[in-house]
């Protein structure tokens, strides 16, 4: 492995408590060099399951965290300017495909339809991505894999992947994990007692029952880490569910109210 892959590499093993069978199917996913879609609510633990399997698998890792203003060349590269005339620089995904590193676009939506259409030779028999403007070919390297998430809950006409884009990868659908392992995640995460993280948890339940009822979304496991780590710091349990979970999630006084009233039913 090169120096420059070797700065990829994720060298402490990330915290990840399995679920269901996604660990077993990831490695078979990635023993035939299969395109992968992660999919699932935001916080629920996709991007900590990929940092996971990078490092379980010895790979590096490049992420790249898609948005609407993101260009083809962001993603290939760009010639630049400097002090001897042009270079050219390549961009996280030619770089990924160089090296065989495990190259993750995260919330793939985001980016614009004419922007991820550069992925679809890499995700294919080819294996290749063309750089027209350097008038190069890349061939993937043999460790190469393209992993790319996003929410379907946020899918809408004007916002969602292509057909020939879903239908070019593999796809493991993540939700949050079931009570009892979500409290363990909670406590180890932020270090609060199970009792402590028992009850964020429940808070969280209460909110999740009110998606498509004046909440987009419910709750993530990753904002109770946060309550949870602001109580470990000494802040007062209401106060950091304030901070942490109801400010954050919406600005509607009617929904703040309702959980402000599950926050102060468990603390």
């Not at 030779?121 to 894999?145: C, S, W, Y």
């Not at 109580?231 to 006084?253: E, F, Y």
């Amino acid at each position: 492995m090169t120096d420059l892959a070797s700065a990829y590499l994720i060298e402490k093993e990330p915290y990840y408590k399995e679920v269901d069978d996604e660990i077993a199917l990831y490695e078979a996913a990635y023993a035939a060099r299969l395109p992968m879609m992660v999919k699932g609510p935001t916080g629920c633990g996709k991007s900590r399951f990929i940092e996971y399997m990078a490092w379980r698998l010895k790979r590096p890792l490049i992420s790249v965290a898609c948005n609407e203003d993101m260009t083809a060349s962001d993603l290939v590269g760009r010639f630049l300017l400097d002090k001897d005339g042009t270079k050219w620089q390549d961009g996280p995904l030619t770089l990924a495909a160089r090296i065989g590193a495990i190259c993750y676009l995260d919330e793939v939506v985001e980016a614009r339809q004419d922007t991820t259409v550069v992925i679809h030779p890499l995700t294919d028999h080819r294996r290749t991505l063309p750089l027209d403007k350097k008038g190069e070919l890349v061939h993937a390297h043999p460790d190469f894999q393209l992993v790319i998430s996003y929410n379907p809950g946020y899918q809408s006409s004007m916002k969602d992947l292509k057909q020939s884009t879903k239908q070019r990868f593999g796809a493991l659908d993540f939700n949050y994990p079931e009570r009892d392992l979500e409290i363990e995640i909670v406590a180890h995460e932020s270090g609060v007692s199970t009792d402590v993280a028992g009850k964020l948890v429940s808070i969280a339940e209460r909110s999740r029952n009110l998606k498509g009822h004046g909440l987009d979304e419910g709750l993530s496991t990753r904002m109770l880490i946060y309550a949870g780590a602001l109580i470990q710091k000494g802040i007062a349990p209401i106060t950091a569910c304030s901070v942490a979970l109801v400010r954050p999630i919406t600005d509607d006084p009617d929904m703040r109210d309702a959980l402000d009233a599950a926050v102060t039913t468990f603390f």
